[in-house]
């Protein structure tokens, strides 16, 4: 056994001739190293340790593997810390890594990613022939199949379509040409507020510029996304809304349709409503059934969203929060607008509950949640003490 590793030590682990100089080297560290070795041994209560167990400690293994070296050299405990404590010393641990990735060395991480689908076949680098840069996202039942489909056709094919499914009826949608290209999420009885908070975190659609989290019940006849969003760049829009046509059940007067402008970041409501300087309802916002958040935005109003409260009711009014110079930077896009068609589809979703209906509950549940946010805000900026 010692003779075969006395003969893996000479033949030369190398075959071509024009390595002869390293070979060279490396049988000098060989040499050296066997030596040391078979000092330490000796040194070491040699009886100790059974000769078989030296055969082992092959010379390639060495400079292939050192953890092999030390497993074969366990039963010396001296040997042992001091390898272990080589080995701490060379440990990536780089603090500025993501938290919970410091181990890793900093150019293989990808904190960051996308909802671009890809292929199973050929390189990854021609799996996108359009890579989005737009993200939209509607809450769907099947039963507005149809106002979906219209919708659809407003997005461009520099938008990734997601569609979050609250009836669990999904496959039903493969009738659409572009349900393909879609991604579909479906769990039951959601919210649109529920479903973004889990499953558009900002590092997850990190790769899009804007984020449309939509209703199922808009009609977009006279929309079109990117002229929209060319709307929104050119008045530097973080967070804005296309105009709801005058006709449309009640809304805000900010979120009103206006003749002959592109964008207005500014409306009168009801005496007392609005303060001066001007806020929500009538400065800094915009309703939440049709949103459109810049990328920055979008990071910080994903983390203002509670995990309980899914109707997000009162998040309207709290936007602003997420923008600095919010006056400026929120407001309503008049030349691309819609039409609200307060479709009550999900408060259908609701349960009957002693003689009442089922959207009863829901409504009532909305606005509990939008006092519960209000006071846990004020609470949170130090204005009041928590008392739910
Ligand atoms: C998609 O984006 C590209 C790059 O900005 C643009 O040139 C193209 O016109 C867009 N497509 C549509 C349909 O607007």
């Not at 979120?255 to 970041?265: F, G």
């Not at 800094?284 to 109003?301: G, H, K, L, T």
Request: proline fraction near 5%; charge should be positive.
């Amino acid at each position: 056994m010692l003779q075969k590793i006395l003969n893996t030590t000479m033949v030369s682990p190398t075959k071509s001739v024009n390595i002869k100089v390293r070979k060279d080297a490396i049988k000098t560290s060989i040499a050296l190293f066997v030596g040391l070795v078979f000092g330490v041994f000796i040194g070491l209560s040699f009886p100790a340790l059974p000769l078989t167990k030296m055969n082992l400690i092959s010379s390639t293994d060495h400079h292939k593997s050192p953890r092999i070296y030390s497993r074969h050299l366990r039963s010396h405990g001296h040997w042992i810390s001091k390898f272990h404590k080589h080995n701490e010393n060379t440990k990536i641990w780089i603090p500025t890594n993501p938290r919970g990735a410091e181990r890793l060395p900093p150019r293989i991480i990808e904190s960051q990613s996308d909802l671009y689908l890809r292929r199973l076949w050929g390189l990854p680098h021609h799996d996108l022939s359009i890579e989005p840069k737009y993200l939209v996202s509607f809450t769907v039942g099947y039963d507005q199949r149809n106002n979906i489909h219209d919708s659809i056709k407003k997005f461009s094919e520099n938008f990734t379509i997601v569609l979050f499914h609250y009836d669990d009826r999904i496959s039903e949608w493969n009738q659409f040409e572009w349900s393909k290209r879609a991604i579909h999420i479906s769990a039951s009885k959601q919210t649109k507020w529920w479903y973004a908070k889990r499953f558009l975190h900002p590092d997850i659609v990190a790769s899009y510029d804007y984020i449309f989290i939509w209703d199922e019940d808009l009609g977009l006849e006279h929309f079109d996304a990117e002229e929209y969003l060319k709307m929104v760049k050119k008045h530097g829009l973080e967070i804005s809304q296309p105009a709801v046509d005058q006709s449309s059940s009640y809304t805000w007067q900010m979120t009103k349709k206006r003749d002959n402008v592109e964008v207005h970041k500014e409306a009168e409501e009801k005496d007392g409503w609005c303060s001066s300087p001007p806020a929500p309802p009538c400065a800094a916002f915009v309703e939440i059934m049709a949103p459109v958040f810049s990328r920055d935005a979008w990071r910080c109003v994903w983390h203002m969203i509670q995990n309980d409260l899914v109707h997000g009711w009162g998040l309207d009014f709290a936007l602003r929060k997420c923008v600095e110079s919010a006056h400026d930077k929120i407001g309503v896009v008049d030349s691309q607008w819609i039409i609200h068609k307060s479709i009550p589809s999900l408060n259908k979703q609701g349960q009957a509950d002693s003689g009442r209906e089922p959207w009863e509950g829901v409504r009532e549940r909305c606005h509990e949640e939008w006092e519960m946010f209000k006071s846990r805000m004020a609470y949170a900026e130090n204005k009041m003490k928590l008392d739910i």
